[in-house]
């Protein structure tokens, strides 16, 4: 009992909880003590100041808003905190080395123009797409490449592990949350294998994703088996823009000959080996061919972030001579992040909302979303496009789900059909249009997702996988409840009002 109290005392969660709940304290103190003019005077210059910052910044509107509410709210305390998290000159260095070492990674990413030239006389919905996210997010599209859909968590660990068996060259993996388990001792034992075996194994993973899921120290001592783990952005118990800005991507490279990325962590959630959220539904993607390499340049940005290191020469991990006959798919790997100049994650799925003319079906666990995409789901409908949610019917968090909830009523009125997965947990991320293009990978439709976290995903064209991802929507859609507008007036009268209250704070979900 004693060593369990010990070990939370020393978690970050006890520590952040702490260090939040003394600053509150701390300008609570400040109200009590000053007189109430002094500390209107100070809260009207506060809140002029904050104002001020806020109106230069570049942040989005509904993120500006929400910090206003707060600065009205509470004037000394949402300015003094505001400024703290996003005025922070350490912030601004980093933010900057992030920059860098994205800029450099890019360089490594050319694209084929005669492919581009290709999609553009062939299929000019396609080339709309692909050339919007060449051009924002530096990612190439690729012709000698392919992908294969893996439609469960349980499907994805076990094509997985048979490849990591096989490797023999070096394995890199990136994972927001890794958790102790079946699953992953699974999965360790191989890597200590291959590791055995002469294989270089490098481990990305995200503090926050891993907190308190291991003891202090765990991941340094993988090195005595020759794996290196590399903690991504360490958390911190002071107030920092940072601390928000955690990786949630999920790459794994096999000796640049295949690479897989999707919805599912490290966990044995993940495979339906726990249950506390009724079934789990997952999915992923594993892709061959030259579309492999920029899951490796995206795998070295993070790694280099992490490390604090310039970015490293990558050509080295790049297989080349793959040659894919007979194929007509296209792929096109691309990340996003905090530090892109444009919200890459949302433009992304905006564009495929706009582009779409027969159908397009979206899978996600969250809805959380701002005016621009909420405009976008709209306009596909009334526009005659079959647009369709699927969302869990057993949420993993209350709060997000009932505030997912609120959007139902405004989108069901332009003809947004929306789903909720009945036998449980939906936790896959991936979009389906017109049977010709397809989105899968680690991003959600919420405010994390499209605008704080570093994700990253996959956009196949023309690929077969895309009707097995369609078929499985279906087969979603047969075990789902399609919401109608009797399900909203049966909700209680509170849940609709918090739902409203929630929504001002949309952007910190």
């Not at 509150?24 to 002029?48: C, P, Q, R, S, T």
């Not at 079906?361 to 979303?369: E, K, R």
Request: net charge positive; aromatic share 14%; proline share 4%.
């Amino acid at each position: 009992m004693l060593k369990q109290l010990l070990r939370f005392l020393g978690s970050y969660k006890f520590i952040l909880s702490f260090t939040f709940l003394f600053n509150v304290a701390i300008f609570a103190a400040i109200v009590y003590f000053l007189n109430v003019y002094i500390y209107g005077g100070i809260a009207i210059i506060a809140f002029v100041i904050a104002v001020f910052v806020l109106a230069k910044s570049n942040e989005e509107p509904a993120y500006k808003t929400m910090w206003i509410l707060v600065i009205v709210i509470l004037p000394l305390f949402g300015t003094i905190l505001y400024l703290l998290i996003k005025g922070s000159n350490v912030s601004g260095r980093q933010k900057k080395f992030w920059r860098k070492i994205n800029a450099d990674s890019l360089k490594y990413l050319v694209q084929d123009k005669a492919v581009l030239k290709k999609i553009e006389t062939v299929q000019p919905q396609i080339f709309t797409q692909a050339k919007y996210m060449l051009q924002t997010a530096g990612a190439p599209v690729y012709s000698n490449s392919y992908a294969k859909y893996l439609p469960s968590g349980e499907k994805f660990f076990d094509d997985l592990k048979e490849e990591l068996k096989k490797a023999k060259h070096f394995i890199l993996m990136e994972f927001f949350i890794i958790k102790e388990g079946r699953l992953w001792q699974d999965i360790l034992e191989i890597l200590k294998q291959r590791a055995a075996e002469g294989v270089e194994v490098k481990i990305v993973y995200d503090d926050f994703g891993t907190i308190d899921s291991f003891r202090p120290g765990y991941f340094k001592r993988l090195s005595r088996y020759n794996i290196e783990a590399v903690v991504f952005n360490r958390l911190h118990p002071t107030l920092n823009q940072f601390i928000n800005y955690r990786s949630h991507r999920k790459i794994v490279v096999i000796d640049g000959l295949v690479a897989y990325t999707g919805g599912v962590n490290i966990g044995d959630e993940y495979i339906n080996l726990k249950s506390k959220f009724g079934h789990w539904q997952d999915c992923g993607i594993k892709v061959y061919g030259e579309a492999v390499f920029p899951h490796t340049v995206m795998f070295f940005s993070n790694y280099c972030m992490a490390k604090k290191i310039d970015y490293i020469d990558v050509s080295i991990y790049k297989r080349e001579n793959l040659s894919i006959k007979n194929r007509l798919s296209y792929i096109q790997p691309f990340s996003s992040g905090p530090i892109d100049r444009s919200p890459i994650a949302r433009n992304n799925y905006v564009r495929m909302l706009y582009g779409a003319r027969r159908y397009i079906y979206i899978q996600t666990p969250y809805l959380v979303i701002d005016g621009t995409t909420i405009k976008a789901l709209k306009m596909a409908a009334k526009s005659g496009v079959d647009v369709r949610i699927v969302l869990p019917g057993t949420p993993d968090k209350k709060i997000v789900y009932v505030l997912g909830r609120s959007y139902y009523k405004e989108l069901m009125e332009e003809g947004v059909k929306i789903y909720e997965y009945t036998p449980g947990f939906v936790h896959g991320k991936m979009v389906v249009s017109d049977d010709i293009m397809a989105c899968i990978g680690t991003i959600n439709f919420d405010f994390r997702s499209l605008f704080l976290h570093f994700e990253n995903a996959v956009l196949i064209y023309n690929d077969p996988a895309i009707l097995d991802m369609k078929q499985n929507f279906n087969d979603i859609f047969e075990q789902s409840h399609l919401v109608t507008p009797e399900d909203i007036k049966k909700r209680k009268a509170h849940e609709k009002f918090f739902a409203k209250i929630l929504r001002l704070f949309a952007p910190l979900m």
